[in-house]
């Protein structure tokens, strides 16, 4: 596991960018989802045969999440705005989103807001998604969005007009912050993780499941967070 905790010590303080898919919200159907609708984006923006994508989704997708086929298919400007219309149209996630949403997503979403009500924090987000998907996700949970995120620092792929890995990503959402106090940042793709820890007082941490979380966030002191 990637511990950047390590750099600064257990006693922890400063802004906590948290993921969204893979670390607030980790359910298996919902992101096979995601990568199915894609793998359709692709093929058709790309004019590829879906056969290709697939291909293409099963050698990136482990090491650089879905962001790996929006930068495959060169994106850039509107193209982002059209991925995220399509992948996250409301019809498909008015099927799908009510049927998954399980006790354990419940949890673990109950857990993280009980930590951060506990210690006196509040959440970043820091996603490729938009943020109206992770809305409608903690809407089915019974949150509103304020409930778990800190609504002045929102970094969804829809307001920073960039995704992660790429370096337009961190920097916009550096040259926001414009902090010297220490950034975590807990994320499932270890590209991102990688990138992040290129960036002066950042803290990356590697989430490969629920306990990865759990460990990083009791290190820190109430009242700590900027």
């Known amino acids: 596991m990637w511990n950047g905790a390590l750099k600064y010590g257990n006693q922890l303080g400063g802004t906590v960018l948290m993921d969204f898919d893979g670390v607030i919200f ?12 894609s793998v359709e984006w692709v093929s058709k923006t790309m004019d590829i045969s879906k056969k290709e994508a697939v291909r293409l989704n099963r050698t990136t997708y482990k090491t650089q999440g879905h962001s790996s086929l929006i930068q495959n298919a ?3 400007g509107g193209l982002l705005r059209s991925y995220n219309d399509f992948v996250f149209d409301d019809h498909f996630l ?17 857990n993280l807001v009980e930590i951060a009500n506990s210690r ?15 809305d409608r996700i903690l809407s089915l949970q019974g949150f509103a969005f304020s409930d778990v995120f800190r609504e002045d620092f929102v970094f969804s792929s829809d307001i920073t007009e960039a995704v ?3 370096k337009d990503f961190y920097n916009f959402v550096n ?3 414009n902090d010297e106090s220490t950034i975590h940042f807990l994320d499932d793709t270890s590209a991102n993780v990688v990138v992040a820890n290129s960036y002066q007082n950042w803290c990356p941490i590697l989430v490969r ?8 966030l009791a290190g820190f002191r109430m009242h700590e967070q900027r």
């Open 164 to 166: 992660k890995p790429t």
């Open 209 to 216: 499941d629920r306990n990865d979380i759990y460990q990083h």
């Open 94 to 110: 008015d099927q799908i989103l009510p049927n998954c949403v399980d006790e354990g997503d419940l949890s673990h979403m109950t």
């Open 74 to 76: 060169n994106i850039e």
């Open 175 to 177: 040259n926001y912050l």
């Open 120 to 134: 006196g924090l509040r959440y970043a987000l820091c996603t490729n998604a938009p943020k109206s998907y992770c």
């Open 26 to 37: 980790t359910n298996k159907r919902v992101s096979e989802h995601v990568i199915d609708r």
